[in-house]
């Protein structure tokens, strides 16, 4: 029968009288976190293992508490140094003390303050978020890069995914600026940047300590202090964080998380020098996404879970230093940082589909070392007369990695299917050089180039091992028209890349069935994207930016870490719009709102996947989503998002926020898709002149039944009435290996409650 749709939820409505409120540009000033600063303008996982046939390709699952939190003390330091103007529409800076002023139910979700992006969970709070931006299921990180203090998020070659990019270590608190980007047309952005990049700054120090708890619903605790002190000529600043989250789950998550920070620095962000150690571990229970079928039948409750032993444990230990220096012909900077990071995750995404009797759980290890180094240099002169600057540096990384994936039993070893150790470099190099035609003309033109390469040695299979390399140059090109009348006209275009997951690129035969040949996909994959956007503030108080983009990728290749091996897709296709908008009316008054749309499409025919469509013929639960077609699973059409926010620097302040992820397709034919979730947050409070602080947070404030995220594909119960067909050996191997299709789903926590009394001392 055809599965039954997810249960009709809110949809996302986008009224026509929505106000054009935009982004307030920087103008320098250092705003306490008590005066509500706005946003500052400066400048998938697919849950399948891989078998013959192949069915339908799914987008990979992924969400975490969110901390609602807010320093008294307003940050400084390098952190926050001088930004050069944008060069494109969507490029943006935003504060801190803005970042921290919005409630969000965990960590990952800040990052919602960039427009048009979504964070979502699919599993526990302890793993890394799923995002979607700009019409991508960026799974864990593929295509957004994300760095914090200059150090790289995103792991490659990762045990769970590429470009895995697990934010659970950092404190809120801390942040000091996020500068964020969008598109391949920035030289010094390199591998996984293509969608956007989110690049984090850190404080110095705070004018005041904090000491802070909150306590909420399901379980939540934390607990927070933060503090600096002048040592010498600069500032120690120490901080430390504390959690604990059951959630709403028949299974409790039962996190246990801490977190720590020591900074040593000096002077600003343009001539000083700061020393930055962290460390980081976690562990956790999850209730990963269950079949809708489980839950109509009773089978399971809504917040149940079919294998309650899933879960994980994380450490993550670091070491960074970066200096920086200006001088008569300009500037440079540079950065190092060493990187301990382990990872064990342990889920079942099929549940009976592979091992009838005990299971489809496995195990993914992955325990990696990587370093790196950064250096730039900007210098400043004139070209024909004209004031012209050009930039330019080298970018290395290296990665020692351990990894292993097996199959298990409630968290028990039952067989291995890979084992690897991996050795990864890269280089990168680019230059940029910006002339100032005139008072409202400047063009920016940029090259960069990038060398990957690795050693594979898999333990298990020789033939999977070996030496790969690859190399891709990246011509960039960006301009800039006006301002007129206040209003800036931009244009951007380039090339850009995003590298694989080595054992791909080196995996010649299937793990699990070794008699099966695979073709090694590249290890870098190139893509290419075009942006034309517009920034106004010929409105008082409103800034207002709109840019239209479009996005090509050669091939969406990636490694399947449930698998072990590489899945490779077509060619696609993204272009669509974004509309962002900030308005500051009052001194007590912060308004924003913002509107992404998507056009998303695979390129070429899939004539292998009408092969897989036929072979399922006659049992329609299995061949339903898999017929072919160019859409792109879980690649959302539209997100949208509006917040306000009141309050003086003492007295009460509140705030309300929404954030919706519109209806989506979840399988190539479009047979199947996901609901409109659509998310009311809301905070009231009161600060003391004394620095103490006081506030609510309401999460889902209308305790709306929605899913944070919705996948389709094959699986198999117990109580499904193929599961006897095939355990009988009745039903034809093809749909017995393809299970049956449905929706699968990890819902939204339901109304949830957080008390935060704060105080500066």
Known sequence: MRPRRPEPGPRCIVLAALPAFVLVADDGKAFAQSELPP??????EAPHRKKPPTPRRTARPAAAPRHVAQPTPAPSGAASGVHSPPSMASELTISGEALNARTFTRLGEALEAVPGL???????EGKANQYFLRGYNLDHGTDLAITVDDVPVNMRTHAHGQGYADLNWLIPETI?????????YFADEGDFASVGSVHTGLIDRTEKGLAQITAGSFGYRRLLGMDSAKVDDGSLLVAGELGTYNGPWDNPDIVRKLNGLLRYSQGTATDGVSVTGMAYTNKWNSTDQVPQRAITSGFLDRFGSEDPSDGGNTNRFALSGRVAQSDDLGSWKANAYVVKSQLDLFNNFTYFLNDPVLGDQFHQHDDRLMAGANISRTLNGSFAGLPMQTNFGLQSRYDAIDLALSNTFQRSFLSSVRSDKVGEGSVGIFAENTVRWTNWLRTTVGWRGDYYAADVTSLFNASNSGHVDASLGS???????????QTEFFLGAGYGMHSNDA???TTTEDPSDPATKLSPSPLLVRTRGAEVGVRSKIIPGLDSSFSVFILDQDSEILFSGDAGDTEATRASRRYGFEWTNHYRPRSWIDIDADLAMTHARFRGTDREQAAVYASLAGYPEAQIGNAPGNYIPNAPPMVASAGITLGEKTGWFGGARWRCLAASPLTEDNAFRSSATSIFNGRLGYRADNGWRIQLDVLNLFDTRANQITYAYGSLLKTDTLYNLC?????????????????????????TFRVTLAGAF
């Open 39 to 44: 946003i500052q303008i400066t400048g998938g």
């Open 118 to 124: 979504i964070v979502t969970q699919h599993s526990g």
């Open 176 to 184: 000091g600026t996020m500068d964020v980007r969008k598109g391949p």
């Open 475 to 485: 011509p960039k090109f960006r301009m800039v028209l006006g301002p007129f009348n």
């Open 503 to 505: 054992r791909g690129a």
């Open 727 to 751: 355990t009988g050996g009745v039903a034809p191997t093809a749909v017995c290996q393809n299970g049956v299709m449905d929706y699968v789903l990890h819902p939204v926590e339901p109304l």
